[in-house]
């Protein structure tokens, strides 16, 4: 029987083709919260943590987005433990370049034979053959671009990846990064309260690359009462977090919005915004108001 988008909201987001052939609804999941404090070692309720994953699926996710650093990997553990086999239309992407030391502690590794080492871990711990979309998580300055997306391609060659992507870059280093090989996403903070990476989100509609971006329900003193959502929250009967979700996806057709949550009511919440839809003016005055 059919699932209609009542019971499916995240279909409400519309769809995207990352590198033109691996179509996800718009409204993903980012796994990072399902990991302990600091997005280190297990969360408090792991059981919590599996009906979060299997939730977003049954609300019409197709898109998820975590990376071998969450944990280090628990958070792909825990997705193929709550989604193993996985659904036909289901696509997890991940990433590698980062090694932890501790809670909190983030440190930068684009070393080839690191970055290999790391697919291999994320293929064996997700349960996959090959992984949709595999990013670089951070460029190693310490390290040639080339040395780092040539390993990739590699992989890709390999039929490890199916499609590239990177994280917090900029124009110029998409387009160093699009002269090694084909990107097909990009991933940089971005949300209605910071839109400081607008001109990477331009390049990438210009050139057709998925942008997701990360921290997307960031809405900072937007949200205070009487500020400039508040109208706009009540006359919608949203809260502002689904507002600035709503105003992510109608901003930009290449727009993959991935909030992430460790609770079910909060999950639910995020993927109702997908049905939230703002008029052009309320679209440009929250433009406006940040």
């Not at 987005?65 to 433990?81: C, K, M, N, Q």
Request: proline share 7%; charged share 20%; aromatic share 6%.
């Amino acid at each position: 029987m059919a699932t209609n988008i009542s019971e499916q909201p995240a279909k409400a987001s519309g769809t995207y083709r990352i590198g033109g052939d691996v179509t996800v609804n718009r409204l993903g999941y980012g796994a990072m919260q399902i990991t302990g404090p600091g997005v280190w070692g297990d969360p408090k309720d792991p059981a919590e943590a599996v009906r979060v994953l299997r939730r977003a699926v049954e609300l019409g996710v197709t898109f998820i987005d975590t990376a071998d650093s969450y944990g280090p990997f628990v958070s792909e553990l825990l997705i193929r433990e709550a989604l193993h086999p996985y659904a036909d239309d289901l696509v997890i992407a991940t990433k590698g370049g980062f090694t932890r030391s501790g809670p909190g502690d983030w440190r930068v590794v684009g070393r080839p034979e690191y970055l290999r080492q790391q697919c291999e871990l994320s293929l064996r711990h997700l349960g996959l053959d090959s992984i949709p979309l595999y990013q670089l998580h951070r460029i190693d300055p310490k390290v040639p671009l080339a040395d780092q997306l040539g390993e990739l391609a590699l992989l890709q060659q390999e039929g490890k990846i199916q499609h590239i992507g990177l994280s917090e870059v900029s124009v110029a280093q998409i387009e160093e990064s699009r002269a090694i090989t084909t990107i097909a996403s990009v991933q940089n903070l971005y949300n209605l309260a910071n839109r400081s990476a607008e001109d990477v989100l331009e390049y990438c509609e210009r050139n057709d690359l998925a942008f997701i971006p990360w921290f997307p329900i960031a809405t900072g003193e937007l949200a205070r009462p009487g500020g400039p959502l508040d109208a706009i929250s009540t006359a919608h009967g949203a809260s502002p977090a689904q507002l600035a979700l709503a105003w992510l996806l109608r901003r930009s057709p290449v727009m993959l919005p991935i909030p992430g949550t460790s609770s079910v009511a909060h999950l639910e919440e995020n993927v109702s915004a997908a049905d939230v839809r703002l008029t052009d003016d309320e679209f440009e005055a929250l433009a406006k108001a940040s």
